[in-house]
């Protein structure tokens, strides 16, 4: 018998908000059954970097990640902010672990080659999340927080897309046998027709509604890998994909993703 697992992504902006975390983390505790925690930070690294003296460059939505960059988005993510949440977690009761992709070889990626003449440093593309060795976590009674790190199994750190890790992990843990509900938080009511207007949710998007809303522009940046990811995920089996608002992750929410 498959069961019910819930996958919360949670973007940076709403990590580096004091109240938006505190909620969501609250709602994240009262959602019932077991459940995964996906966390970003990029803000928080662009910050540090700047402090450091590091440029940060971006194409696409994604980071251009040099070795200089892939020290401070380790240190970031694997540590400041993915412990700072796993501590917030166990003041409220979440027995909470905080992993990268490197723990216990959960996510094993390979560096990105260059695509269309842009070098993306050491930037992962996941080739696997092994659902079976996360599901031992969750079997022990612990809710695993992961960082957007993976690791290519040669001993290298690698930097990854957050939403991907969170696409992967509702992938590989649909693969181990569980129903998955994938929830993307973030501060926006869902994926919006007009930027400015959050009353202007689209309910539901498929493969043919986004190559539309892809091509007239009313989705860009960084919400396209976001669907992007969301529409692989519904593809390789995850039951359902929802894009909401940090406050209202309780998936009544949002924008549906679909096949």
Do not use: W
């Not at 990029?42 to 980071?63: H, N, P, S, Y």
């Not at 040099?66 to 401070?72: F, I, K, P, T, Y």
């Amino acid at each position: 018998m498959r069961k019910d697992i819930t996958i919360v992504k949670v973007g940076g902006a709403v990590v580096e908000d004091e109240a938006q975390l505190t909620q969501l983390l609250r709602d994240f505790y009262a959602i019932e059954g077991p459940k995964i925690l996906v966390h970003g930070g990029g803000r928080r690294a662009t910050k540090i970097a700047e402090r450091l003296g590091i440029e940060t460059k971006m194409i696409d939505g994604r980071r251009i990640t040099d070795a200089d960059m892939l020290e401070v988005v380790t240190m970031v993510y694997g540590g400041l902010v993915n412990k700072n949440v796993v501590a917030r977690l166990q003041a409220l009761g979440c027995d909470a672990i905080g992993l990268t992709g490197a723990d216990a070889n959960i996510i094993l990626s390979t560096k990105r080659p260059l695509k269309n003449g842009i070098d993306y440093g050491f930037v992962g593309d996941v080739k696997k999340a092994d659902g079976s060795k996360i599901a031992h976590f969750i079997d022990a009674g612990l809710i695993p927080v992961i960082a957007p790190l993976t690791h290519d199994g040669q001993g290298h750190m690698l930097n990854t897309n957050a939403d991907t890790m969170a696409s992967e992990t509702a992938k590989g843990m649909a693969a181990a046998g569980y129903d998955v509900t994938l929830i993307y938080a973030f501060e926006k009511p869902g994926v919006l027709r007009d930027a400015d207007d959050d009353n202007s949710v689209i309910a539901n998007i498929n493969h043919a509604d986004f190559e539309t809303y892809k091509a007239d522009g009313t989705i860009s940046g960084g919400m396209l890998p976001k669907i992007e990811n969301a529409l692989a995920a519904v593809d390789a089996g995850v039951k359902r994909v929802i894009i909401t608002k940090a406050t209202a992750i309780d998936g009544q929410h949002g924008t549906i993703i679909t096949q």
